[in-house]
C-alpha cells in the first residue's frame, strides 16, 4: 500500500516503523525539521517537512495514488482538516486522530464522512477501556476483551506457589480446559511456546479464556481475584474523565489534581466521585487521603515519570491494582522492571488501532501487548478462507503465532490442534510482529 502519515510524533512514528516493517511505502509528513531529520535517519521511508494542512505539501508529500492518509498530530482539528484535504486530492481512505468525543457522535460522524474523513481514532477513550478492564480482575497485569467479552486474554505473573510452576505446556493443557496459554514473558525476551517448553517463576503468561473460567487461570499462577471497590485516580486527565464515565457509581472513586480549574470542573461533572486539589506528588498529601485504603490506583497525569513513581508508592502502600499511563514508549521496561501492575499507552493503542486497516484480513481488534515485542490479534474468518481448509494441526500455521480461542455465534471455547474453523468465526490470535502478513493469507 501507499500510505501518508501527517505527524511524526510519537503515534506517527511507531505507526511508520510497524508499517515499514510489512513492505508499504510510507510517506511521513511533518512541519517540524527536526522530527523529520530523525525519521528519516532511523527509517526506510520518504520524509517530507512541511505542513499537513497546505495543499501544495500535501501534493508533494501524495506523489502517487494514495490507499490511506492517517493524521495523527496532537491538533484535532489539523487531522480532521488535513483528512479533508487528502480526500480532495485522491487519498482513497483517511483516519483522522481526535481528542474530542463529539467528533465520534453519529450525527456528525456521517457529516465528517461527507468532507472526506472515513475514520477517527480516540486514543483518550481507547485507553479509558482498557483501564476499564483491567479493574475487573486486579491479579492480571493485563486483561483484554474480545467480541464483546465472550473471550478474554489475561497476562499473570507466575508466583513462586503456583501449581503449574516447572509443568511443560503440555503438561498444563492436560490439566486444564477452557483454558489456553499463548505466550511467556520471561525477561526481556516474548516466547511463542511449543508443548515441551516449561513455565517458571517470575514468568508472565498470557492465557486465553471464557470469563467464567478467570478465577481458575489466576489459581494456577498463584493468585487469587480481589474485587475492586474504591479506586484513587492521580491526574484528572481525559483519559481519567473518559474512565469515570463508564465507571461512575460502580466504584468509591477519588480524584487528585494539582489544577484547582480542573478540579472544579470535574466536581461539577461527576456528582458521585470526591475531587481533591494538590499535589499528587506529595507523598504526604497521598497519605492524608488514606492512599492504603482504596483497592486500584490509576495514575493519569502527563508525566509518565510521576505515574510511574506514584503507582511504585501505591504499591508499597499495598494497593492491590496499580495502572500507569505511559507517554513514551521507553518507559515501559522501566516500568516493568518496578513491577507496575498494568501500562497503558495511548500512543500504541491508538497505533494499533490503525494498523488494521492495513491489512489484508477482516479484523476486529487489535492490540500491541506492552513491554513485549508481540500483538493479539482478532480475525473476523471470511468465506473461502486458507484457515477453513482442514484442522489447525493440518495448516501448517506459522509457528511464531498461536490461536487463542473462538467466538461462534454465542459461544467461545478454546482452540486445539483439532479445531477447524468455519466461516464467520472470530479467533483470538497472539503473534509476533513478524508473522502477521503470513497470518494474512490465512483469514
Request: hydrophobic share 40%; charged share 25%.
Amino acid at each position: 500500500m501507499n500510505i501518508v502519515i501527517a505527524g511524526a510524533g510519537q503515534v506517527g512514528t511507531h505507526l511508520a516503523k510497524m508499517l515499514v516493517n510489512d513492505n508499504h511505502n510510507i510517506t511521513v509528513i511533518d512541519d517540524d525539521s527536526e522530527r523529520i531529520d530523525k525519521i528519516r535517519n532511523e527509517l526506510d521511508l520518504m520524509a517530507v517537512c512541511g505542513s499537513s494542512h497546505s495543499f501544495r505539501d500535501l501534493k508533494n508529500a501524495m506523489q502517487s495514488h494514495v490507499d490511506l492518509f492517517v493524521a495523527v498530530t496532537t491538533a484535532e482539528e489539523r487531522n480532521v482538516l488535513a483528512c479533508s484535504m487528502a480526500s480532495y486530492l485522491g487519498a482513497q481512505k483517511t483516519i483522522a486522530r481526535i481528542n474530542n468525543s463529539e467528533y465520534m457522535e453519529s450525527g456528525y460522524r456521517e457529516k465528517l464522512r461527507n468532507m472526506g474523513i472515513d475514520e477517527l481514532v480516540y486514543p483518550e477513550e481507547l485507553a479509558s477501556q482498557d483501564i476499564v478492564s483491567s479493574l475487573k480482575l486486579t491479579a492480571a497485569r493485563q486483561r483484554v476483551e474480545f467480541a464483546d467479552g465472550n473471550l478474554v486474554m489475561l497476562a499473570v505473573k507466575i508466583r513462586s506457589n503456583a501449581p503449574i510452576v516447572n509443568l511443560t505446556f503440555e503438561q498444563i493443557a492436560y490439566k486444564t480446559k477452557g483454558i489456553f496459554a499463548v505466550a511467556i514473558k520471561r525477561a526481556k525476551e516474548t516466547i511463542i511456546p511449543g508443548g515441551k517448553d516449561y513455565i517458571r517463576h517470575g514468568d508472565v503468561v498470557y492465557f486465553v479464556t471464557k470469563p467464567e473460567d478467570q478465577a481458575q487461570v489466576l489459581s494456577l499462577a498463584g493468585k487469587e481475584h480481589f474485587e475492586v471497590k474504591s479506586v484513587l485516580f492521580l491526574g484528572g486527565s481525559r483519559i481519567a474523565q473518559k474512565t469515570i464515565e463508564k465507571i461512575e457509581g460502580q466504584y468509591r472513586i477519588k480524584v487528585i489534581d494539582s489544577d484547582r480549574k480542573r478540579c472544579e470542573f470535574l466536581a461539577d461533572r461527576f456528582s458521585d466521585i470526591l475531587v481533591i486539589n494538590g499535589d499528587g506528588r506529595d507523598i504526604e498529601l497521598l497519605k492524608e487521603e488514606n492512599l492504603e485504603s482504596f483497592d486500584a490506583f490509576v495514575a493519569t497525569t502527563g508525566s509518565s515519570e510521576a505515574n510511574i513513581l506514584s503507582c511504585h508508592l501505591a504499591k508499597s502502600h499495598q494497593v492491590k491494582r496499580t495502572i500507569a499511563q505511559v507517554e513514551y514508549f521507553e518507559f515501559s521496561t522501566i516500568a516493568e522492571d518496578m513491577n507496575i501492575g498494568t501500562l497503558i499507552n495511548k500512543k500504541q493503542i491508538a497505533a494499533s488501532f490503525i494498523y488494521k486497516y492495513t491489512l489484508n484480513a477482516n479484523i476486529s481488534k487489535i492490540r500491541f501487548i506492552p513491554g513485549s515485542d508481540a500483538e493479539v490479534i482478532e480475525f473476523n474468518v471470511r468465506e473461502h478462507a486458507r484457515i477453513t481448509q482442514g484442522a489447525l494441526k493440518e495448516l501448517n500455521f506459522p509457528s511464531n503465532a498461536k490461536v487463542g480461542g473462538i467466538i461462534r455465534g454465542t459461544h467461545s471455547f478454546v482452540a486445539s490442534g483439532n479445531t477447524v474453523f468455519l466461516p464467520g468465526d472470530r479467533v483470538v490470535v497472539f503473534t509476533m510482529p513478524d508473522c502477521i502478513k503470513k497470518l494474512e493469507k490465512f483469514f
